[in-house]
């Protein structure tokens, strides 16, 4: 990765908040994050790029946002004017653009692609606060976890802390469509997808090696399996998900270990009743329920794909990396009516 050895220089927030500049700003995440950049009390956006669309006007692309700015897309990198990036490219881009640019060292990077979600030479910290917090205080380039890696790690990892994953995982998570990007596909259209359901990459998706990493923080997995089936939901945004643990734990004591393990979580909470998908969708909240049957554990969770299981993680992210309160730019309602 290439950087430049500048001197760090004051947040050019001194001129008005964080200055930002977003790539791959022409998809669905990169439209979702204009939305919650240009409601943010502490950031400007000061480029939004796209090669493909410069010189247009963001709102002719994310039409959703027609009125609330007058941004253009530009194929220009004005890093000398930003305090942090944020990389919506799709996978395996993110590499190659560092690779390839010159970043200053003094500019933070949030990369939403899957390329440095894994330990390996680089300085990337994995972005789920609610595992790594204090590391994302002080990170310089973060991570950003996968939508179906976050719904189903925040469902394990107090298992994983009370020592209670032994054995094998069975996981079954549906998404929106959102979640296989903008570019029209076979399976993404709204003439296949509405009323439809299927399955794709089970027991192989590439959100598993982010998982185990993850847990096995709190509890090495030895042989145990994550054994993952994700559906396609007939739907545009969230993740519902359930995973089942085997475990002679009382239920009892479970449920108060989910509680204290995200007593402290900004957007994370325990639910006692059971869960549906609109107390989620278009909010960063994740939410988490148990119930006990026999020695199954079965719990549930369900979060936005685009907000908690991507930009509103992002932006959160960017909140403590500034020293910003978490919620700053994430006070959303939830589209339960």
């Not at 001194?14 to 439209?31: E, I, N, Q």
């Not at 185990?212 to 994550?226: D, M």
């Amino acid at each position: 990765m290439k950087t430049n050895n500048t001197t760090s220089s004051p947040l050019r927030g001194d001129r008005g908040g964080l200055s930002v500049g977003v790539f791959g700003a022409a998809g669905y995440t990169g439209g979702e994050l204009i939305r919650l950049l240009l409601n943010h009390p502490e950031a400007e956006i000061v480029f939004a790029h796209s090669e493909s669309n410069a010189g247009n006007l963001v709102s002719d692309v994310h039409e959703g946002l027609l009125g609330d700015t007058d941004l253009r897309f530009t194929d220009q990198m004005p890093f000398d004017k930003v305090d942090v990036v944020f990389f919506c490219f799709g996978h395996g881009k993110s590499e190659a653009f560092l690779k390839e640019h010159t970043v200053p060292a003094n500019v933070k990077i949030i990369d939403l692609a899957q390329d440095f979600r894994i330990k390996g030479e680089h300085d990337f910290v994995y972005g789920l606060p609610e595992l790594n917090r204090e590391a994302i205080t002080t990170a310089q380039h973060v991570a950003n976890p996968g939508c179906f890696a976050t719904a189903i790690q925040l469902a394990l990892l107090p298992a994983a802390k009370m020592g209670l994953v032994n054995d094998d995982v069975s996981v079954n998570a549906i998404t929106g469509s959102t979640g296989a990007g903008q570019k029209p596909g076979a399976t993404t259209h709204f003439s296949w997808r509405a009323d439809n359901m299927s399955i794709y990459k089970p027991f192989t998706h590439q959100h598993l090696a982010e998982i185990r990493q993850s847990l096995n923080q709190l509890q090495p997995l030895g042989e145990a399996s994550i054994d993952f089936i994700p559906y396609r939901g007939p739907f545009a945004r969230g993740i519902f998900c359930t995973a089942v643990v085997k475990t002679d734990a009382p239920v009892e004591a479970i449920i108060e270990g989910y509680k204290q393990f995200y007593a402290d979580a900004a957007f994370t909470h325990y639910s006692d009743k059971a869960l549906d998908l609109k107390q989620v969708v278009n909010t960063n909240k994740a939410l988490v329920h148990c119930e006990k049957y026999g020695q199954k554990l079965l719990i549930t969770s369900c979060i936005d794909n685009l907000l908690k299981g991507a930009v509103g993680q992002a932006v959160q992210n960017m909140n403590l990396m500034h020293g910003l309160d978490e919620h700053c730019g994430l006070r959303l309602k939830a589209s339960a009516f």
